[in-house]
């Protein structure tokens, strides 16, 4: 389906995309966990949050170069990791990692990515950092083999996605009974030798996308995985830095640093996970607190608006991620699509730093943000269960 005009908003692209999806795989892209609360909390939190503007400053020149993992970008807006890009467009990942490219950042590629982890870095120029997302199975030779073939590649970080020891029950795929169509494959589970073979690769040399994604996380994620035997193991084998994926609270935040991880990504995969979980841009501000700028905090959810990104980075992000518009992207008109997602929010972004008086990154701080005075407040020892209290210890 051709369209004479590119949507002007993240939300178009969203209406878009969904007419041209084929609907079991809108329904997997699209769902969240039982009643879908902390998915729609993800979007709608973010609206709680007003700006404080500046007026009168020379904004004449506006940057959004940055540094992540000591190393320079030119925005704070990556991609963050989805499974299986190729449901929403033939060229997938490969199309994403382009997209990813031209915007001068960070792409996050999922274990369950239907196009080689070779393959999609191999798009790349080296203007992006492309961050390996993993998953730790009870078969550990089969994340180390992952872990490896990523460093090798050239990836600069691992994202090991903690908020997932089983599947959380998606009651639209549910109705679906979706099943990833049998003509793709994960490719990350493949021999690289074969998969990344010039000529191609035979169908029968391989289990199917459903066989495998059934093998692997469906049966076999490690639900004993635990602080204490999960980041030393992958510094074990591993020189690449480890970024935790999930981290929703201050305490899990002081355990990523005294277990020496990089950074975490405050998230709720989605609301794909646990319902009834913080929006992240609630959790963010224990999150950055408790960090102490020991390690680097990121965020992922429910961003739509490049005035969410400001947010996100006033309240003390170093980096955005987003996945949901780069698939919506992808679906209505591959890399182009993707690419045009990224832009929107990126120009979103620069727009919102021009009106509130802000030149670059490092101006974007809590001063330029009001908070709702009405967050969640979680009842503590001691406080017997009494808001007046809690409040005036806050």
């Known amino acids: 389906m051709e369209f004479n005009n590119d949507p002007v908003c993240i939300k178009d692209l969203e209406k878009l995309a969904m007419r041209v999806m084929p609907g079991d795989a809108w329904g997997y892209y699209g769902s969240g966990?039982?009643?879908?609360?902390?998915?729609?909390?993800?979007?709608?939190?973010?609206?709680e949050y007003r700006l404080h503007p500046r007026m009168l400053r020379d904004v004449s020149q506006i940057t959004t170069e940055t540094t992540i993992l000591g190393q320079k970008v030119k925005t704070p807006l990556g991609v963050a990791p989805c499974a299986m890009h190729k449901l929403a467009h033939p060229e997938g990942e490969a199309a994403t990692s382009r997209a990813a490219n031209k915007n001068g950042s960070i792409m996050i590629l999922s274990t369950y990515s239907t196009?080689?982890?070779?393959?999609?870095?191999?798009?790349?120029?080296?203007?992006?950092?492309?961050?390996?997302?993993?998953?730790?199975?009870?078969?550990?030779?089969?994340?180390?083999?992952?872990?490896r073939r990523a460093e090798k590649a050239g990836f600069k970080a691992l994202v090991l996605t903690v908020d997932a020891p089983v599947l959380g029950r998606r009651?639209?795929?549910a109705r679906n009974k979706f099943n990833p169509p049998p003509h793709l494959r994960l490719e990350n589970f493949m021999d690289p030798e074969v998969v990344n073979d010039p000529a191609g690769y035979s169908s029968n040399l391989t289990y199917s996308t459903?066989?495998?994604?059934?093998?692997?996380?469906?049966?076999?994620?490690?639900?004993?995985?635990?602080?204490?035997?999960?980041?030393?193991?992958l510094k074990s084998i591993t020189t690449m830095p480890i970024i935790v994926k999930g981290i929703l609270t201050a305490e899990d935040t002081?355990?990523?640093?005294?277990?020496?991880?990089?950074?975490?990504?405050?998230?709720?995969?989605?609301?794909?996970?646990?319902?009834?979980?913080?929006?992240?841009?609630?959790?963010?501000?224990?999150?950055?607190?408790?960090?102490?700028?020991?390690?680097?905090?990121?965020?992922?959810?429910?961003?739509?608006?490049?005035?969410?990104?400001?947010?996100?980075?006033?309240?003390?992000?170093r980096a955005v991620?987003?996945?949901?518009?780069?698939?919506w992207g992808l679906a209505y008109?591959?890399?182009?699509?993707?690419?045009?997602?990224?832009?929107?929010?990126?120009?979103?972004?620069?727009?919102?730093?021009?009106?509130?008086?802000?030149?670059?990154?490092?101006?974007?701080?809590?001063?330029?943000?009001?908070?709702?005075?009405n967050r969640w407040i979680r009842y503590a020892p001691g406080m017997n269960g009494n808001p007046k209290k809690l409040l005036a210890k806050l």
């Open 115 to 147: 196009t080689s982890l070779e393959k999609v870095i191999a798009q790349g120029n080296g203007d992006t950092q492309y961050w390996m997302q993993l998953y730790v199975y009870q078969n550990r030779s089969v994340s180390e083999t992952l872990v």
């Open 171 to 173: 009651l639209v795929d």
């Open 210 to 233: 459903s066989e495998t994604f059934g093998a692997t996380f469906g049966a076999n994620g490690d639900q004993t995985l635990s602080w204490a035997n999960s980041i030393s193991w």
């Open 254 to 317: 002081r355990l990523a640093i005294e277990h020496g991880c990089a950074g975490v990504i405050v998230s709720n995969h989605g609301g794909r996970q646990l319902d009834g979980a913080l929006a992240t841009i609630d959790a963010l501000p224990q999150v950055v607190e408790a960090a102490e700028d020991k390690i680097e905090v990121y965020l992922d959810g429910g961003v739509r608006r490049g005035s969410d990104i400001f947010k996100a980075l006033a309240l003390g992000a």
């Open 333 to 373: 008109k591959g890399e182009h699509g993707a690419y045009h997602a990224l832009d929107l929010l990126q120009k979103e972004l620069e727009l919102t730093m021009t009106l509130t008086g802000t030149t670059k990154v490092s101006e974007i701080d809590e001063s330029y943000v009001y908070r709702p005075v």
């Open 33 to 47: 966990a039982n009643g879908e609360q902390t998915k729609r909390d993800n979007e709608d939190s973010f609206s």
């Open 321 to 327: 991620f987003v996945a949901r518009p780069v698939l």
